[in-house]
């Protein structure tokens, strides 16, 4: 029994490692990749994004953030480097339901980004939220791909 069980166990765990890592971005037919989608809890957070380099490129020169759903303050939004920079780009105040903001960018389109850190607050409460008045913010965060690195 400890035959079969063990080496099911380990390519069990293995599989639910692979599904969990971040699979290779959809392009969109205007070039936007979507590199993540964060909910926003009532109160002010900060979430890093890290990027897997292990799939697709991370050369990108521009950034955008999408909210779907509900509210959201943006306090500040830091891009981290392969080679170590921090990039801080402009606070963009508050975003609603199906609106972005404008396309943010990058200092080094020709270097990965490692990691993107984002301080946000939704907007409303969880009061509110079980009263069906408002809803936790759902963010998502695009990148377009650099025109020259095909990587």
Not at 44 to 66: A, P
Not at 111 to 116: A, E, T
Not at 118 to 134: E, F, H
């Amino acid at each position: 029994m400890r035959k079969f069980l063990y080496p099911f166990l380990t390519g069990f765990i293995l599989l639910i490692t692979l599904v969990g890592c971040n699979t290779t971005p959809k392009e969109t037919d205007n070039g936007w990749v979507k590199l993540a989608t964060k909910t926003a809890n009532f109160q002010t957070d900060t979430d890093k994004i890290t990027l897997n380099s292990l799939f697709g490129s991370n050369h990108y020169y521009s950034l955008k953030l999408t909210c779907i759903q509900g509210s959201v303050q943006i306090d500040s939004i830091q891009v981290h480097y392969a080679d170590g920079h921090v990039q801080k780009l402009s606070t963009l105040g508050l975003l609603t339901k199906n609106s972005s903001t404008r396309a943010m960018k990058l200092d080094r389109d020709q270097n990965k980004i490692k990691s993107i850190d984002l301080t946000y607050s939704s907007v409303g409460n969880a009061t509110l939220n079980l009263a069906g008045v408002t809803k936790k913010a759902k963010l998502e965060i695009w990148a377009k791909k650099s025109a020259d690195t095909n990587k």
